[in-house]
């Protein structure tokens, strides 16, 4: 199971990693820019796409139980001046903060992952907009020409929960069954099980990992793995050990 970061540092993450986007929207020559790692997006795009999540998890979180049909959004667009766009910004993340506030973390809500390693809670909800509010601040700071190493602690938690809630699953892998161990310096190690019976994932001693022969390994910090894994930075920019086909395949794996 993922060993989770407690609820009130997932929302001082959320609000530090939105003023962040924002302050890289501020800095950004244009809100026409465009956003290499959202390709066909401009600065604006993702602005409203980023804006648009925090205020439809905030409408999740209070209003649906799981098991509930997928809401709908509902398609409001933020402003073009980018003062009320940054304004815009800076409200719907005190949207997505005071509801999540308001629900608590053992809420139940809908969600749509398996709920195998990430159940349908709000707690899941907020570690969930934690790497999505990092991973598009780095998207926005490369868009302003100045892109951040990701901050360490957020990076290592971003990491576990793209594990638990985009990985793990009962969705048949249509290969060999294989293993991938994930090596963030200094940070800690993972593996990634894939077989017939669908993808899990298990945190790594040191002893495992240093004894390890997966069927393929990464390694890099905790910064470039969540990037890789976000697929912001290309398989190449990290060492890769053993087959060299897996971390594509599992990358193309629906």
């Not at 790692?37 to 905030?58: Q, V």
């Not at 302003?144 to 360490?152: I, K, S, T, V």
Request: hydrophobic share 45%; proline share 7%.
């Amino acid at each position: 199971m993922t060993e989770h970061l407690h609820f009130p540092t997932l929302l001082r993450m959320i609000d530090e990693r939105s003023a962040a986007f924002r302050a890289a929207v501020a800095a950004a020559p244009s809100l026409d820019a465009d956003v290499p790692t959202c390709p066909g997006w401009t600065l604006y795009d993702l602005a409203n796409h980023l804006s648009e999540g925090d205020r439809f998890w905030a409408h999740i979180v209070l209003n649906t139980v799981p098991g509930d049909e997928r809401p709908s959004k509902d398609g409001q667009a933020a402003p073009r001046e980018r003062e009320a766009l940054i304004a815009w910004l800076a409200d719907s993340t005190e949207q997505l903060l005071a509801a999540l506030r308001e629900a608590g973390p053992d809420r139940g809500c809908w969600a749509w992952w398996e709920p195998l390693a990430s159940p349908h809670t709000v707690a899941a909800v907020a570690r969930r907009r934690v790497p999505e509010s990092m991973i598009h601040t780095y998207d926005a700071q490369l868009a302003a020409g100045d892109p951040q190493e990701l901050p360490r602690t957020e990076a290592v938690g971003a990491i576990e929960e793209f594990l638990a809630t985009v990985c793990t699953n009962t969705a048949l892998w249509p290969h060999e069954p294989a293993t991938m161990d994930y090596h963030a310096a200094g940070a800690g190690s993972w593996r990634q099980t894939v077989d017939a019976a669908g993808s899990r994932y298990a945190r790594l001693t040191a002893a495992e990992a240093a004894g390890s022969k997966p069927t393929a390994a990464v390694h890099g910090t905790a910064s470039e793995m969540a990037l890789l894994m976000y697929m912001r930075i290309p398989n190449a920019s990290l060492r890769l050990e053993g087959d060299a086909d897996l971390l594509q395949q599992l990358q193309d794996w629906d």
